[in-house]
């Protein structure tokens, strides 16, 4: 089993969709959380951390439960800007175990 | 201020040659790390240094090795390429956590190495 997991996708949604993302991680251990960006043939940027209150930052909301160890990433009014992969982190100490990223497409 | 820079940009390697990777950042951060990328298994960590002439491994760390020489430059060496080395590799940079920070230091990361090995 992976330990950080995600949905692959694609997710295929027109401009101005809300779509959200899922990851769920094994170990329990894992103090901190992250979302970030990949587009095609790039290297990943930080998009945002995730905090255990949850945390917003313009259009994007990520949410952590550390009981069922879950992260997820609500993007609201999709922009085609906003096509890309999306990578879920997880980190414990210096080790970063990251998903395999959920591809999202946004339409016109 | 350039960042997080690699070379090269791209190889191709036969079977059995050797090579370096070199990664170098100007931000002054402490942490530096090499990742893979391979289709459909997201990023995984091959080893990574906390500062200059210190170095660990991590999640697949066979077949490589590091040096952290300045803390400036991290290099990652292939002794004898297979073609299960055919990836795409990334160098990261973050700085040192401050007490308080709970791990939530943003990784930098290069352009990335695509690598291949026949």
């Known amino acids: 089993r992976k330990e950080v997991e995600q949905d692959p996708g694609p997710f295929n949604v027109p401009e101005g969709a809300t779509v959200a993302f899922n990851c769920t991680y094994s170990?329990?251990?894992?103090?901190?959380f992250f979302w970030y960006r990949q587009d095609c043939r790039k290297e990943p940027k930080l998009l945002m951390s995730v905090y255990s209150s949850g945390n917003e930052d313009g259009r994007f909301t990520a949410q952590l439960n550390r009981a069922s160890q879950y992260i997820s990433l609500l993007i609201r009014d999709s922009k085609l800007s906003d096509s890309a992969t999306y990578l879920c982190?997880?980190?414990?100490?210096?080790?970063?175990?990251f998903g395999a990223g959920t591809r999202l497409t946004v339409k016109p | 201020n350039a960042g997080v820079t690699q070379t090269p940009k791209f190889r191709v390697l036969k079977t059995g040659q050797s090579m370096t990777l070199l990664c170098a950042q100007d931000?002054?951060?402490?942490?530096m790390y090499w990742y893979r990328q391979d289709p459909g298994m997201g990023l995984r960590l091959i080893h990574y240094?906390?500062?200059?002439?210190?170095?660990a491994k991590g999640e697949v760390p066979d077949g490589y090795n590091v040096s952290r020489l300045k803390k400036q430059n991290f290099l990652l060496g292939l002794e004898s390429a297979a073609p299960s080395q055919t990836s795409v590799y990334f160098c990261a940079s973050s700085y040192r956590l401050l007490a308080g920070e709970w791990g939530y230091n943003e990784q930098f990361f290069g352009p990335g190495t695509r690598l291949t090995v026949l």
């Open positions: 170990n329990s251990a894992s103090q901190s």
């Open positions: 240094s906390v500062g200059e002439g210190t170095t």
């Open positions: 982190v997880v980190k414990n100490n210096n080790d970063m175990r």
């Open positions: 931000m002054n951060h402490e942490y």
